[in-house]
């Protein structure tokens, strides 16, 4: 079998050992680039269709209960999630709702924590986790 590569030898001269070697190593570069890519578009396509979809959906459903909602920047495997009530109260009911959520998430290989929050200003919720390192699912 002879190889021939573009732009290092002539077209009449087959490629060496080391030649077939080189573009060999090349090639699965390149292949493990595009696995990668792929690998990346398929995460990030189940991250959308399967958390956050659902979540904004779940929220748009319970908006009587809920001013907002935060997905935060993980530290750990676990996603933490913060709803902000649409009372200056405890939602006990929404906890509980909340914890049937959490449960349908598990489900499908999410780990996700929710935390209730009491209706607050952006400066208060700074207190719980940074806005700039979140991503507002529901709410204006």
């Keep these: 079998m002879t190889v021939e590569l573009l732009g290092r030898l002539p077209a009449s001269q087959p490629a060496t050992p080391q030649d077939q070697d080189i573009f060999l190593i ?25 958390l956050i979809i659902p979540l904004s959906v779940w929220c748009n459903q319970h908006r009587d209960r809920l001013f907002a909602c935060y997905l935060v920047m993980p530290n750990s495997s676990v996603l933490p999630v913060y709803m902000v009530g649409a009372s200056e109260k405890y939602d006990f009911e929404l906890t509980d709702m909340l914890g049937e959520l959490a449960g349908k998430f598990k489900d499908n290989g999410w780990s996700v924590h929710f935390s209730q929050l009491p209706r607050s200003d952006d400066a208060e919720l700074a207190g719980y986790f940074s806005l700039k390192d979140s991503l507002q699912v529901y709410g204006d």
């Design 26 to 50: 090349s090639a699965e570069k390149a292949t493990d680039a595009c696995r990668h890519s792929v690998q990346r578009d398929q995460r990030i396509s189940r991250f959308n269709n399967e």
